[in-house]
């Protein structure tokens, strides 16, 4: 009996150490000391806790523990990368992926959103948060007397703004705070109250704090992403900008390929057409590459940009990651270093005359 335990703890240390579940399966904390035996995932010690208030869903075991051999088996069959496969397989670009270090309600709702509401499994289940339309009563802090009190709330994408509203049937709202500077972040600690939210936004070039909360975690956690998703639609990454004059349009998500000397952008990576093409030439013809954006460019502070000045125009760019900044810039400076062939002028004079 003891070899057959023992033999079932080093069988499972195997299936430890695979890529997938050398971390955490719901925060990315390294070296994960429990599992969800239904789940097939394992977690660190706070996730488990947490698996634990969804028992009907999860039931966990420390891998300290004794193993069954179809316990083991289990885990081998499952692990993190293929649950991660099914429970995450629709997660929104714009949702908030909890990590160790956030709040416990962002991370117990991230493990309820996923195992037990499925809600990366059936898109209609994101409505509450991807509609781009929200409204709802929350509770905001009074400026002066610091006491909570029940205001109406509305987002709207197509209106490009959060408003609320001091009386229910007030026609006019009290604040209107434009998505493109508009940004959330839970603060328990500072509001009081596990399901705190701080809600930034500029008026008139200075920043304005709100306080507000939901009774109702699943609600905060909604409110949360849906101003996530309105600030991820208002202002996608990485799309070419307006020149320095006009600076109006936000950056939209792109795929971007280089061919030789054109940058062609796509809405998705197997759009049959680019959307747009911008011909790069060479450091002799007035190109080049600057890491970061002009001080001029409005709406969010994008802390990996480029810059590519042309002869006519500036193309603004941003990217998610240093990383991928740095590896842009060195494509993008590669070319313009080269000396241009005598066929690539004709290249260069069809972009100029394009429409």
């Known amino acids: 009996m003891a070899l057959e335990a023992d033999g079932n703890k080093l069988r499972l240390q195997d299936v430890l150490e695979k890529p997938d579940n050398e971390v955490c399966a719901d925060c990315g904390n390294p070296e ?10 394992f977690v660190c010690q706070a996730c488990s806790l947490l698996h634990r208030s969804i028992p009907h869903i999860s039931r966990v075991k420390s891998v300290q523990d004794t193993w069954e051999d179809s ?9 993190n990368g293929a649950a991660k496969a099914k429970y995450e397989q629709k997660v929104p670009p714009f949702y908030y992926r909890p990590t160790h270090t956030d709040c416990k309600l962002l991370r117990e709702q991230w493990i309820r959103a996923k195992y037990e509401r499925n809600e990366f499994e059936f ?4 409505e509450p948060y991807s509609a781009g339309y929200r409204e709802g009563f929350l509770w905001k802090r009074g400026r002066d007397n610091g006491q909570f009190l029940s205001r109406k709330f509305v987002l709207s994408e197509r209106e490009g703004a959060l408003k609320y509203f001091n009386k229910q049937d007030a026609r006019d709202p009290k604040a ?10 839970f603060q328990p600690a500072k509001i009081g109250n596990p399901c705190g939210l701080q809600i930034t936004y500029l008026k008139d070039n200075s920043t304005r704090n709100i306080f507000v909360y939901h009774s109702d975690a699943k609600e905060t956690v909604d409110w949360f992403n849906a101003i996530r998703a309105a600030r991820f639609h208002y202002l996608q990454v990485a799309f070419p900008g307006a020149s320095d004059e006009e600076h109006t349009e936000g950056f939209k998500k792109r795929w971007f390929t280089m061919d030789d000397r054109r940058l062609m952008y ?4 197997l759009d049959a057409y680019a959307r747009g093409e911008v011909f790069i030439g060479s450091k002799e013809n007035s190109y080049t590459v600057l890491a ?24 603004l760019f941003a990217c998610e990651t240093e990383a991928e900044q740095r590896d842009w810039i060195a494509a993008f400076q590669r070319v313009i270093n080269r000396p241009m062939r005598p066929q690539e002028y004709a290249v260069e004079a069809h972009f100029k005359h394009k429409p």
């Open 176 to 185: 209107v705070m434009k998505i493109e500077t508009l940004n959330a972040t």
């Open 292 to 315: 970061g954006l002009p001080p001029t460019t409005q709406g969010y502070h994008w802390n990996h940009g480029i810059t590519i000045v042309t002869p006519d125009r500036k193309f």
């Open 32 to 41: 994960p000391d429990w599992a969800s035996l239904t789940l097939g995932v």
């Open 71 to 79: 316990e083991v088996e289990l885990m081998a069959a499952m692990g």
């Open 266 to 269: 796509f809405k998705d990576p």
């Open 123 to 126: 898109i209609e289940k994101q």
